[in-house]
């Protein structure tokens, strides 16, 4: 229950976290937001973006932080018997796994996901990987660049006539956690209907072929390969940014013939919307490079925040490039809660980027500080599994689990760069 009394739309839906680094992750954290109760299974040395520099607090890094909020942390040993157990234990008591090993090294640890879904029906298992379960690609290491760079997405990425560029947000590992998020809720949905669960697959090369959306299809149909975007838009030419005065910039989406006609009263060139090059869109796009070598010097006359003013007042949608100090202070961002604080009882504290989703008959939970490494071991295996004090003792004496009120030392083989 949140503290307006409401339940959190996936209250009592309880997930098994078996990933690191950033698509996994990603995903069971906007699960966690929704409200399910998300057990982080670590191994003893821990996710290892809790080590990736530069900005830490204490031994956690930011990167760590920005992804991990409201679950609980287990570190368990799965290249020990007893520990792989214990993973076995909890994925029967839970209603969803996610995991995000290369293909097969479950299985060869020894946690095979038909067997568990063989003893559960109802079992939702999500496996993300950089190629999917099967393919020639199958066993090729993958990170984000990687799949941004064959998907096809980071030729379109970046200034007309000079080296491609990687998007400046994760998106090869960042889609792929949303589009696992959408699967295991879909599963969920349906398993409600037929009491039985799923393996679902989500490559996260296949999640950027899917997002190339029109562009994809705009080849398929004509044959041309499209070229580097730039700022700008392959239909629309006023669809695009521009330098303006002052090293500022902005970007203005004039898409229909209204919008086209104000933005050229607003730049003081209103011959330029009877010239016979720029009549229509069609005639816009024909003549683009004829078109900008107008725009271009007229923008460069203002600072970026003169034109939206003039641009708003002609109702045309525009906007200045912000830098993220002015992200988390723009009264949009704020007043809808997008930059969040997180503390934990210790005193330590964090702020981080908040959950998009709202619901009129759910308030958002409070976020919950992520979680130390093993933070929750005991109280999981105590209250989810049932076992003992003393069977948790031996447990964590024999190296199976680690617990926090154990060894809190560094784990070995990990070195930290700051």
């Not at 109760?37 to 003893?44: L, Q, T």
């Not at 900005?55 to 799965?78: E, G, P």
């Not at 090294?105 to 496996?127: F, N, Q, T, Y």
């Amino acid at each position: 229950m949140l503290a307006n009394g409401s339940t959190a739309p996936l209250s009592g839906l309880r997930v098994l976290d078996l990933t690191q680094f950033l698509s996994g992750p990603y995903c069971s954290q906007i699960l966690a937001d929704l409200g399910a109760e998300v057990i982080k299974v670590e191994a003893p040395q821990g996710d290892l973006a809790r080590y990736i520099p530069p900005h830490f607090v204490d031994d956690d890094s930011a990167y760590y932080l920005s992804i991990n909020r409201n679950k609980r942390s287990v570190v368990a040993d799965m290249k020990s018997p007893a520990g792989l157990e214990i993973v076995r234990r909890l994925a029967l008591a839970s209603d969803v796994v996610i995991e995000n090993f290369r293909p097969g090294v479950l299985d060869r640890l020894g946690l095979d996901a038909r067997a568990l879904r063989e003893a559960k029906p109802a079992l939702v298992w999500c496996s993300i990987s950089g190629f999917g379960q099967d393919g020639p690609y199958r066993d090729k290491p993958a990170y984000d660049m990687i799949v941004q760079a064959l998907s096809g997405g980071m030729s379109l990425t970046g200034e007309p006539g000079r080296t491609a560029v990687r998007a400046g947000i994760p998106i090869g590992d960042l889609a792929a956690g949303l589009y696992a998020a959408v699967g295991i809720l879909a599963a969920v949905v349906r398993r409600t209907a037929t009491g039985r669960g799923d393996a679902i697959d989500i490559s996260m090369l296949d999640c950027q072929a899917a997002m190339l959306c029109y562009q994809g299809t705009y080849y398929l149909q004509s044959g041309t390969v499209p070229s580097r975007q730039g700022s700008g838009h392959d239909s629309i030419p006023t669809y695009r940014g521009f330098a303006c005065a002052g090293g500022t910039e902005l970007v203005v989406t004039a898409n229909t013939e209204r919008m086209w006609q104000g933005l050229c009263r607003v730049l003081g060139l209103a011959g330029l919307a009877e010239d016979p090059r720029f009549l229509t869109n069609r005639e816009r796009h024909a003549n683009c490079e004829a078109l900008w070598a107008v725009l271009e010097p007229a923008f460069r006359r203002r600072p970026a925040a003169e034109w939206v003013v003039l641009l708003e007042a002609e109702s045309i949608p525009v906007a200045v490039v912000n830098t993220l100090d002015r992200v988390m202070e723009d009264p949009q961002i704020r007043h809808r809660g997008m930059v969040t604080a997180l503390s934990a009882p210790d005193g330590r504290a964090v702020r981080v980027m908040g959950n998009p989703l709202v619901f009129d008959e759910a308030a958002r939970p409070d976020g919950q500080f992520p979680p130390a490494l093993g933070e929750h071991t005991a109280e999981v295996l105590a209250t989810v599994l049932g076992l003992s004090p003393q069977e948790i003792a031996d447990l964590a004496r024999s190296g199976a689990v680690r617990t926090r009120d154990g060894d809190d030392a560094q784990p070995k083989g990990v070195a930290l760069c700051r």
